[in-house]
T-cell receptor
Framework: KQEVTQIPAALSVPEGENLVLNCSFT??????LQWFRQDPGKGLTSLLL?????REQTSGRLNASLDKSSGRSTLYIAASQPGDSATYLC?????????????FGKGTKLTVNP | GAVVSQHPSWVICKSGTSVKIECRSL??????MFWYRQFPKQSLMLMAT?????????EQGVEKDKFLINHASLTLSTLTVTSAHPEDSSFYIC????????????FGPGTRLTVT
């Protein structure tokens, strides 16, 4: 069974702080890793997709890394802002039954205080 | 680009009735669409994968006769919850994958279903 774990479940930081969100997975069959943002009662916004041949991806203040050997990925947010407050989900990509699927963690709820 | 819409955004229905949720890719063609369910403070769970013009593939434990999925065109998939019960109350999210593109899925805004 594929499992994706995110730690911590919730995080509260003051504005301007740099922070790291962690994601770990137990299944070596996971070959890509995707990070999403979800605002309350809303759908998902894709932030970064790291393919198996890559070790990291960057977009603005966000940097995501992937270490398949250890089954870990991190999302680094620099100079956090109150607008970054949301739940961040990581999802591993696997192939099952001939189709590609996403396996999600439960997310980390981030609160950035002004 | 790559916008996915869902309709309705929220719906309340009585127990025993059926509810249809639409998922549309607005600016691209999607050969594959996915339906997820999310309970409060839980992760998204894949319910089924639908390919245009063929029957949906359901995940283990998901009743295909209860959750009817139709993917009749490259831009529209529907999920019908039949004979809804209060335990079906959840947040339903669809996603779509571009035709011939990379793996990446694009997600809709979700539909909040409440069964009374």
């Amino acid at each position: 069974k594929q499992e994706v774990t995110q730690i911590p479940a919730a995080l509260s930081v003051p504005e301007g702080e740099n922070l790291v969100l962690n994601c770990s997975f137990t299944d070596s069959a996971i070959y890509n890793l995707q990070w999403f943002r979800q605002d309350p009662g809303k759908g998902l916004t894709s932030l970064l997709l790291i393919q198996s041949s890559q070790r990291e991806q960057t977009s603005g203040r966000l940097n995501a890394s992937l270490d398949k050997s250890s089954g870990r990925s991190t999302l680094y947010i620099a100079a956090s802002q109150p607008g970054d407050s949301a739940t961040y989900l990581c999802a591993g990509v696997i192939t099952q039954g001939g189709s590609e699927k996403l396996v999600f963690g439960k997310g980390t709820k981030l609160t950035v205080n002004p | 680009g790559a916008v996915v819409s869902q309709h309705p955004s929220w719906v309340i229905c009585k127990s025993g009735t059926s509810v249809k949720i639409e998922c549309r890719s607005l600016d691209f063609q999607a050969t594959t669409m996915f339906w997820y369910r999310q309970f409060p403070k839980q992760s998204l769970m894949l319910m089924a994968t639908s390919n245009e013009g063929s029957k949906a593939t359901y995940e283990q434990g998901v009743e295909k006769d209860k959750f009817l999925i139709n993917h009749a065109s490259l831009t529209l998939s529907t999920l019908t919850v039949t004979s809804a019960h209060p335990e079906d109350s959840s947040f339903y999210i669809c996603s779509a994958r571009t035709l011939g593109g990379t793996y990446e899925q694009y997600f809709g805004p979700g539909t909040r279903l409440t069964v009374t």
